[in-house]
Each structure stands twice: as C-alpha cells, then as structure tokens.
C-alpha cells in the first residue's frame, strides 16, 4: 500500500478512494487519508469543477469516477480492500491543487 494508490473502502458503500497521506503514514500507521470517489452513470455527463477531478482507465478504473478533492477522510488501512491501481502523475498534480484550494490552507 502506498500513496496515491486506488482502493475499494466500504466506508463508502464500495466506492473507490485514493490514499493521499504521505509515504512514512502509509507505511508506518494503521490510518490513512484518502479521497472519496464516485463511480460515474454511464451516459450522464460530467465536468468536473474546481474542487473535483476525474478518474478512469489510465488509473486502474473500469468507469469514470468523479474525485471529491475538498473532502479528507481517515480510514483504517486494514478497511481498504481490493487496489484498483494508481493515480497518474498529471492527475496527481490536479488533485493536489485542488486540495489545497478546497481546502484553502493557510490562505491560500
């Protein structure tokens, strides 16, 4: 298990989640930070906003999944189950600007 990796929590009735707490957590504690995410309707349009970002294929999804970048939650790594893959790097990008933009750390 590692950072910006993509599980199944059931914290979120299965949904999938992506861990964002730094690599020393990960490793060394039983909790983690992740993000939820929301499994898209095929056929519904999307576009995602300031504080969303968007998943698919290139990260291990099999749909497009909507990430709620505003939103921290700590679970419990043991309650991750199923990796589904990894976030991209351009994605990783993405999320953690609109991290600190949702959440408006510091100001900023």
């Known amino acids: ?18 861990i964002v707490s730094n690599g020393k957590r990960v490793e060394w504690k039983n909790k983690v930070v992740v993000l939820k995410c ?18 698919d294929q290139e990260d291990g999804l099999s749909t497009t999944t ?3 970048c505003d939103l ?10 199923n990796r589904r893959g990894e976030v991209s790097l351009e994605r ?9 933009q949702g ?4 100001g900023l």
């Open 72 to 81: 921290l939650f700590t679970v419990a790594k043991s309650d991750l189950k």
């Open 1 to 18: 298990m590692k950072p910006w990796e993509v599980w199944d929590s059931p914290l979120f009735g299965g949904h999938p989640c992506v």
């Open 103 to 106: 959440l408006a750390i510091a």
């Open 92 to 100: 990783r990008r993405d999320i953690s600007r609109k991290i600190i």
């Open 38 to 55: 929301t499994t898209l309707r095929p056929g519904v349009p999307y576009q995602p906003d300031e504080l969303h970002t968007t998943l």
């Open 66 to 68: 909507r990430c709620e």
